[in-house]
């Protein structure tokens, strides 16, 4: 059985940082790509951040480039998401997903995404 679990959410300040982590079992995470998803109260949930299985592909929505940084050790089964300079708009519940692909690029596609986690609560203070 796969399992998803998010952790290294909570309040902080604008400006402050946030690492956030996402461990995978019941599957071999160098066989997926994975991403990160957030969802704001009464938003659609939105792409963050994607890489592929081997590192190589990554992307990040346009609002958080030179902010976040994503990365991942298959060896932990880990992917991660570093998170700076934050700002009260970035306040979501993130998401870890795993998507099985094509492991050429990564995909922030809800549709293309096969495993989730239950998320995990940001929230940027003013």
């Known amino acids: 059985q796969v399992q998803v679990v998010e952790s290294g959410g909570g309040l902080v300040q604008a400006g402050g940082s946030l690492r956030l982590s996402c461990i995978v079992s019941?599957?071999?995470?160098?066989?997926?790509?994975m991403a990160w998803f957030r969802q704001a109260p009464g938003k659609e949930r939105e792409g963050v951040s994607c890489i592929s299985r081997s590192g190589s592909a990554i992307h990040y929505r346009d609002s958080v480039k030179g902010r976040f940084t994503i990365s991942r050790d298959n060896a932990k089964n880990t992917l991660y998401l570093q998170m700076n300079d934050l700002k009260p708009e970035d306040t979501a519940t993130y998401y870890c997903?795993?998507?099985?692909?094509?492991?050429?690029?990564?995909?922030?596609?809800?549709?293309?995404?096969?495993?989730w986690g239950k998320g995990t609560l940001v929230t940027i203070s003013s």
């Open positions: 997903a795993a998507d099985r692909g094509m492991g050429i690029f990564c995909s922030v596609r809800s549709a293309d995404m096969d495993y």
């Open positions: 019941g599957l071999t995470l160098d066989e997926y790509d």
